[in-house]
């Protein structure tokens, strides 16, 4: 079975360009989740999605993070425009339903290194 | 309000010996417990699950986990550590029926495993 796939693994770009980030969750998954790790914070949730609708944004850190996700088999997160203090390992999540019971199931990550 | 501490960042055992993480929690709710497994440069894999069913939960990879409600615990155990086990250790709770964004992550437990 695919699991959470996400694009690109790594990615090095110049403070002040426009950072894409990817994400395919596990077909059939109504949530998908973006979190942001870094050594500093851990992991931290981003935005999420119920049925390609934006649930819960609070995570997101300032105005120059969006999160979109036109269909149930694709999102993106992107940076406009990225600063050094972006740079983090950016980890998609999808999970069945919202329930408790439920574990997300997360991607290999994107790690982000803005110079 | 809900929390999760993991109470060893660093455990360190010999190839063939047990591994003990400690996994304290506390909650409002009866929560749903998880620990994940994250090697290097990967996502978060899920080894098991607590969902208010049998105390004693068996995962993958030879780990089991016991639900501890008097003594708010969820601690992750292995008989036998394998080289290919060293990785970072993540205690994860969801203590809100039905919602998705109260996921608490712990700090996370980094196992290495000695020849």
């Known amino acids: 079975d695919a699991g959470v796939i996400q694009s690109p693994r790594h990615e090095v770009t110049e403070m002040g360009q426009e950072v894409t980030l990817r994400c395919k969750p596990i077909?059939?998954?109504?949530?998908l989740f973006w979190y942001r790790q870094t050594m500093m914070r851990g992991l931290e949730l981003l935005i999420y999605?119920?049925?390609?609708?934006?649930?819960?944004d609070s995570g997101m850190p300032e105005d120059r993070f969006s999160a979109k996700m036109p269909n149930a088999s694709f999102s993106t997160l992107k940076i406009q425009p990225s600063e050094p203090r972006d740079s983090a390992v950016y980890f998609c999540?999808?999970?069945?339903?919202?329930?408790?019971?439920?574990?997300?199931?997360f991607g290999d990550g994107t790690r982000l290194s803005i110079l | 309000a809900q929390s999760v501490t993991q109470l060893d960042s660093h455990v360190s055992v010999s190839e063939g010996t047990p591994v003990l993480l400690r996994c304290n929690y506390s909650?409002?709710?009866?929560?749903?417990l998880f620990w994940y497994v994250q090697h290097p440069n990967k996502g978060l894999q899920l080894l098991l699950k607590?969902?208010?069913?049998?105390?004693l939960v068996k995962g993958i990879n030879g780990f089991e986990a016991e639900f501890k409600k008097s003594e708010t615990s969820f601690h992750l155990t292995k008989p036998s550590a394998h080289m290919s086990d060293a990785a970072e250790y993540f205690c994860?709770?969801?203590?809100?029926?039905?919602?998705?964004?109260?996921?608490?992550f712990g700090s996370g437990t980094q196992l290495t495993v000695l020849p």
């Open positions: 999540a999808s999970s069945l339903n919202g329930g408790s019971n439920q574990p997300q199931h």
């Open positions: 077909s059939g998954h109504d949530y």
């Open positions: 999605f119920n049925n390609n609708v934006p649930i819960d």
């Open positions: 909650s409002s709710y009866s929560p749903s």
């Open positions: 607590y969902t208010s069913a049998a105390t």
């Open positions: 994860v709770v969801i203590a809100a029926p039905g919602s998705a964004r109260q996921l608490t």
